[in-house]
């Protein structure tokens, strides 16, 4: 869905790129809307490799305690080709929600 929003011919009239999703994500958060910001992230990225939507996807996960789907999710991740220092944050990332698994 991501590439179909961002590749239409009208895209540039209706969406504003990165960051309008990002907003979107921070006035979410700023509401605890979490499951209203998975839902959202994951129509819009399910298929997209950006990782700045797969990283919503994650977090939104995260703080729903859904800790279990979010490792699987940060596993897929991991999965693709990544650039080193994103590799490095995920690895890191998975060993934080790791522990936060272990510790509830």
Do not use: C, H
């Not at 959202?40 to 990283?55: C, H, P, R, V």
């Not at 703080?63 to 994103?86: R, S, Y």
């Amino acid at each position: 869905m991501y590439q179909q929003i961002i590749t239409t011919k009208d895209s540039t009239l209706y969406f504003g790129g990165m960051e309008e999703l990002s907003s979107l994500w921070r006035k979410l958060r700023r509401e605890y809307l979490y499951q209203e910001a998975y839902d959202a992230f994951f129509f819009i990225g399910k298929d997209s490799e950006n990782l700045t939507l797969q990283y919503y996807i994650i977090n939104s996960l995260e703080q729903q305690g859904k800790l279990k789907e979010a490792i699987v999710k940060i596993d897929t991740v991991l999965k693709g080709k990544l650039p080193a220092n994103q590799k490095e944050y995920f690895i890191q990332y998975k060993q934080d929600v790791t522990k936060e698994l272990e510790n509830k």
